[in-house]
């Protein structure tokens, strides 16, 4: 149940939720927190329909058998069987035949994007439809055509899990994945990959790890109303998405814009190919936990992030768009920001005045005049330079460009030494 | 009385203004300000010489019937009737015959710009003398010449005027001309009718508008000096001036720096060409507003700004160096400016935790999955996540790069909704 | 003792320290110091051997007369005659004879500059070396070679010297210099011909100015030690070093980032070719100025900074390598800076609201109407607008851009003239 999963494990589990067909609520849903349930132990939440969360209302659930375009000819035009994505998500149920031109009000498709297949819902106004491709679309007859939604909208529950790593203190990191979408890959089933394999990787950390899988929005705002409580004990929190695909890593900064968590993520990404993007109200369900009643510490880690690469919510978001190795360096990347905020500590300097004679420790070269003082040296250097009290090896870090981890090492030494003390 | 005044009209205006002499007192500048009486009722006020105001008296009154270098055969080689730069502002009466060597330190040219007559004053020290082109001067034979200024120093008045636009609230906003400059279209004719422009625009609005027609330095000192108690009134300030050449607009921060006008300048002219300019004690009369003892939230709106272009405080800044369309743009500007003055607000979200649900409020699109979201959309969202009764609309603009007259709209729609409350 | 010295002056004085055999203790430092002394009064100090000081205890004092590897036909193939850097400071006496083998871990060589002999020390683990040019190492045979280090370590003293020029305040600039450094003529003989010039150039200045000539890293932290409670009176610190290469000027902030000192030396670099650097807890003496425990305003000006140079710690850092007119330019610049911080002083504009009319006070232009506004009366508009009493003249040239000597003669004839009053 532990240990560090490879890009090519983390691809195979995405492989093995894409053709599952997701939504807010239902058994697709159900099935998926089934599949993560084998790797991690998971806390299921059923909340039934109606109940009233913030200023929201869990929907009744939907699920879904089968549904079609058929022509004259007896010939799925569009299958639902084919790919989930044919279906707007939340449909209601349909039977009846139909000319094109009737269909026409319920068929979305990309003009400009004439090969893919938009995902498209209607989670809070009752309607149906299909989304297929222009090029499907422009090759279809005046009709009739018999018209199959094969779904129950139903009072039920919404289906939320959790799964906590419980740390040395009850200060919590919270990473969140939406898992409501359905056969897109890296939106998000990358995300999901991602936070099984550092969940899987922790070991007795300090903080306590909290994992939520929950369906965008609605899911978040259930949470929120359910923990209100618990809020306060969530000191970083990152939404986990698009985790997949070849671009950079991007990581868009809390509402607060300085939490730890943004500098954590900032200092990481530092030596990478990435973005750091300011604060907005719109994306993933950092918009919940950034609302302003809550305020919490959210970040959002991606590669390329939302609605910024052309297969996002399309059909071109599949397996090929994800790959093994961009699992495993977000996944790095994650693991190197926990990191951060599992070593950051501050201290006092016990020998402030002139620098401690670091070469009796044994902690200096005793040849000197050479130009070439390595990094521990000057890791040393920074960090008794700075423990006065007041600043974390967060802060050295940032000031002094050195890997975080040779700071976190020269801090090691240096309380073994005795010259160092920790005050938070 | 009120509407929208086209660039030509602008135009107009200036050109009427144009062939007057005005000075920093006089006759040229009470029909100055008979003029503008004509576009807008005008409170007139006569300030006697000798009345100290802050640490300067005020002086002496000057008016010019006449004044000319004529030659032996009769002919006016400089002739103040062809342009009323042609004398020192202020000069003495003389009435002498002169050889040239005995003119020639009383004669002011501009020896890089050879055609251009430069425009010169000397309003606290007694002299007198004539302006002309280099070109002139160097076809002038040793004389002897007939030189005659005919004008009065006399014990009289300042004048000023002023126009105020009632607001809801007390809170002011002050505008103020420099009208002391004679021939001269764009420093400052075109400042005063962009000022008259905006003044016939406005229409019941939140904050009283203070209009100052009143000459440079002395006149904004008087004014100071007879408004002391009343100066806490104003909440934001602009001189303006140059606003009719071909230059991008500019804008020059207040010594504050960051005042509510600063930010409201800054964030209107970010989508057009522009410069931000830091403050400096040299300038318009924002030197005088921005004294330390006063310290007003002033800014300067220009053009070109002063000093800057060849032509400035030359005959070169004549009729044609001043368009209908660069009024007309500074106008649309200015209207700008104090649109985010007037729709500035606090709100607090009332319903802060989690985003409230928009689209049961009909207030957001039922589709989802769109890429495409709408600006009206994202500006509730922005709304809503800062509305936390700590930042106004311009704080969210800042922030959100979105126009501020989309944010007042969602602000509107979100408060019709019941989802904020103004609190500041 | 008084007046200002050339950059030949300032060369020929690095180039009679040249040769000494300096260490961090012993004769070599005495004669050094006695140089210096020939050109100021110096207070010299011996602190013996075995005192505490702070973290720190003064080790044992080192002599050396001669040492050389000798091949077997008698002749010296690595001479302590020919250079100084030849011995590995603080070694060990020796005296053996020793195939290169045997030889080879002592050897220390720089084998990408085969020319360049490198400088090693080992002050604080007993050990000892030659160090010889790598083209020297590769021309050597197997041997048998005679050995010789006629050196001695015994209990003796640490020497340093201090020459200190009153002022009209106890408040202290303290310029320190490291004169530890054998025949390396940049690092640091460069740095004490320039504090020494600096020293004879200052006329009764406001600060009193410290002056500490001491052996690096020990010499500071002996001088720390032994001034606990004197400290406080710093107000303003540089280390002088590198000071005659002829790379551009180099000012590396303190730990505080923007104290005085720091923002005085930006100020004046800024009008010259130049680098500003954070602060880093390595380098020179700022070191231990600058820890924690201290935290001084300290400074470090240089030209090529620590390491940054090829030539750096080798005998490419020779007579050639410093030139009389980057000694001069550093001379000019460090001048600047103590200019500035004798010269800051915060004032009260005394006539705050408007502008106090400057003409009939003879402080401005008569005539009106120009654009080639002298600097002397911005300086005048700048000091009266930014002196409210809480911004100095440091203040008043950062946010102007004028230079700070013209501010300083605004103040002064503000001042005559009635309108300012100095508040600190």
Redesign the interface.
Same mark, same amino acid.
């Given at each position: 149940m532990s240990g560090q999963m490879t890009g090519a494990e983390m691809h195979a589990l995405v492989a093995r939720l894409y053709p599952l067909c997701r939504s807010i609520t239902g058994d697709g849903l159900r099935a998926t927190l089934g599949v993560i349930g084998e790797h991690l132990p998971l806390t299921v939440h059923e909340v039934p329909t109606g109940t009233q969360v913030? !200023?929201?209302t869990i929907p009744q659930e939907w699920n879904i058998r089968d549904a079609y375009i058929k022509d004259a000819s007896g010939r799925r035009v569009v299958d639902f069987r084919r790919s989930n994505l044919h279906v707007v998500?939340y449909s209601e149920p349909v039977s009846a035949t139909m000319t094109l031109d009737e269909l026409r009000p319920h068929l979305h498709t990309l003009p400009e994007q004439p090969d893919l297949v938009? /995902? *498209?819902?209607? /989670?809070?106004?009752r309607?149906w439809g299909f989304c297929l491709s222009q090029r499907t679309l422009d090759a279809m007859g005046d009709g009739p055509y018999e018209v199959v939604i094969d779904s129950t909208l139903a009072d039920g529950s919404l289906t939320y899990a959790e799964h906590v790593v419980p740390g040395q203190t009850g200060d919590e990191v919270m990473i969140s994945c939406h898992v409501c979408h359905p056969s897109l890959a890296n939106d998000n089933l990358a995300g999901i990959a991602v936070a099984v394999a550092l969940a899987r990787s922790l070991e007795r950390p300090r903080h306590t790890y909290r994992f939520l899988f929950a369906p965008g929005?609605i899911g978040?705002?259930t949470w929120?109303?359910r923990n209100?409580e618990r809020v306060g004990r969530i000191k970083h929190g990152l939404t986990l998405a698009c985790a997949g695909d070849s671009g950079r890593l991007t990581y868009k900064r809390s509402?607060r814009g300085d939490a730890a968590i943004d500098r954590a993520a900032t200092l990481v990404l530092k030596g990478r190919p990435h973005r750091v993007l =300011?604060f907005? =109200? /719109?994306g993933y369900d950092e918009? @919940?936990f950034?609302?302003?009643?809550? !305020?919490l510490p959210f970040g959002s880690l991606t590669r390329t992030p939302y609605?910024q690469y052309p297969e996002?919510?399309t059909s071109g978001d599949d397996l090929d768009f994800v790959t093994p190795a961009a699992l495993e360096d977000t996944l790095d990347a994650l693991q190197a920001i926990t990191g951060v905020l599992e070593g950051d500590r501050t201290y006092l300097?016990l %020998?402030? /005045?002139?620098? =401690? @004679?670091l070469? *009796?420790r044994g902690l200096y070269d %005793?040849?000197?005049?050479?130009?070439d003082?390595k990094q521990a040296q000057?890791a040393m250097?920074?960090v008794?330079?700075? %423990?006065?009290g007041s600043k974390s090896l967060l802060d050295i870090a940032e000031? %002094?460009d050195l890997p975080f981890a040779a700071l976190r090492a020269a801090a090691d030494a240096l309380l073994a030494a005795g010259l160092l003390k920790e005050t938070g």
């Open positions: 913030l !200023d929201w998500g938009p /995902y *498209r819902t209607s /989670y809070y106004a309607t929005t978040a705002i929120l109303a209100r509402r =300011p907005t =109200p /719109y918009r @919940q950034c609302s302003p009643g809550f !305020d609605a996002y919510h300097n %020998s402030p /005045y002139g620098e =401690p @004679q070469g *009796r %005793s040849l000197g005049g050479r130009s003082t000057l250097l920074w008794l330079n700075l %423990s006065d000031r %002094s």
